[in-house]
């Protein structure tokens, strides 16, 4: 088992959360997954007045890819704007757009109204290029978005304290709707008054009565609707996703802390969305990505790391911010959910009613999961079908 940085920061000097003994025999509502889609889905239930919801848990809360991944808020899809104008057409991209930034709101009002202390910070990101054609569409995606309306802009060069070091780029695209957070913190931190059993492996989902039975070791839950939130994982619990998501593992590094910031407060990522990383508070530099290098290794749910890409990561950081000696707290993994088009999946199993799911977000958990997670829980308290889950609804895929 390997432990993020995120992860191990926040335990420091605690235990692990006990084990939940008990739950009630029967529910309203039981999300399956304590990452963020899981969790803020309970979150926006509450508020939309469901109080008889639960969390069942496999280990704890935020222990998948929510508790290992860069912290970043990100707008949009990992692919530059004019991509998107290209896939799915002008009002599409828009409309995108528009909702991973009222995602973004959404975080930054749970940060506010929980006072959840996670480092959050809308500080902007860079989408650096890092050849011509990655540059043309960067600076092509920057036209059509300030055509849209949107507050973006391409810089020939990164300002300051990171112009030297990020010179070996061609310059960024630069959003300043974008933040970054310490996503464990946040999630451990929206969790609070939501009642989650941990250590609740589910091994079926059965249709019984017109509500669902789930099963776990010797543990039988009964609910009136279950809500599959368990993201690249969806296909061990149920077949249906077994050629609709894909589980692919991203893996990253933190250095020992460095004696100065020196990339200043924004977040990074660059090659179409390979490369990225950020420095935290404590000047630690955060660094994943690289999978494009390896992927026919980088697949599967296995909790690993593997020497060849750990130390190309090691090697881009010397590269390309001119480090070196520098030491490594932590490296760890993370298994993401891809589908087929770059979409999540949500609504409704065909085979089964009582069961929703919303999974497959292609690594953008927190680009997203707010924002659905609060339509899913509106739609599922009040009947209203937002144009965002319509987008994304798993009919789309239909067989």
């Known amino acids: 088992m390997t432990v993020s940085y995120w992860q191990k920061r926040y335990f420091s000097g605690r235990s692990l959360p ?20 899981g969790i803020a889905t309970a979150y926006f239930l509450k508020k939309f007045g469901c109080d008889n919801v639960v969390v069942l848990e496999k280990n704890y809360i935020g222990y998948g890819a929510t508790g290992r991944n860069a912290g970043f808020i990100l707008s949009g899809l990992a692919e530059p704007y004019s991509r998107l104008i290209v896939a799915m057409g002008e009002e599409s991209a828009r409309e995108i757009m528009n909702s991973t ?25 860079y989408h650096l290029a890092t050849g011509e054609l990655e540059r043309k569409e960067l600076e092509e995606s920057t036209e059509m978005m300030i055509k849209h309306g949107f507050d973006v802009e391409y810089q020939p060069k990164v300002p300051g304290k990171a112009k030297d070091r990020l010179s070996g780029y061609l310059g960024g695209f ?6 970054k957070i310490d996503p464990f913190a946040f999630v451990n931190g929206l969790a609070a008054g939501i009642e989650v059993v941990t250590d609740f492996e589910v091994t ?16 039988r839950i009964e609910a009136e609707m279950a809500i599959l939130a368990v993201n690249a994982y969806a296909p061990l619990l149920d077949k249906y996703f077994s050629d609709l998501v894909f589980p692919v593992r991203g893996q990253m590094l933190a250095t020992s802390p460095l004696p100065a910031n020196i990339l200043g407060e924004s977040i990074y990522y660059a090659n179409f969305g390979y490369d990225y990383f950020r420095q935290f508070d404590d000047h630690a530099l955060i660094m994943g990505g690289l999978r494009n290098r390896f992927f026919k290794n980088e697949t599967g749910y296995e909790d690993i790391i593997s020497d060849d890409l750990q130390r190309a ?28 088009d770059g979409l999540p999946l949500i609504g409704s ?6 069961v929703l799911a919303m999974v497959g977000f292609n690594g953008h958990g927190f680009g997203m999961g707010m924002v659905t997670a609060r339509d899913l829980a509106r739609a599922v308290m009040t009947g209203e079908n937002s144009d965002l889950l319509k987008r994304f609804s798993i009919k789309r895929l239909s067989r």
């Open 18 to 37: 006990p084990k939940t003994e008990h739950a009630r025999d029967r529910y309203d509502i039981a999300v399956i997954g304590g990452g963020i889609s």
């Open 101 to 125: 930034m009222e995602n973004h709101d959404l975080i930054e009002s749970a940060v506010s109204e929980n006072k959840i202390d996670c480092h959050y910070d809308k500080c902007g990101s």
């Open 174 to 179: 630069f959003n300043p709707a974008d933040g």
């Open 204 to 219: 079926g989902i059965e249709k019984k009565h017109g509500a669902v039975e789930i099963r776990g070791d010797n543990v």
């Open 313 to 340: 990561l090691e090697e881009y950081i010397t590269a390309n911010f001119g480090l070196s000696g520098f030491g490594i707290d932590e490296r760890w993994g993370g298994v993401m959910g891809n589908t087929i």
């Open 349 to 354: 199993l065909p085979h089964n009613s009582s």
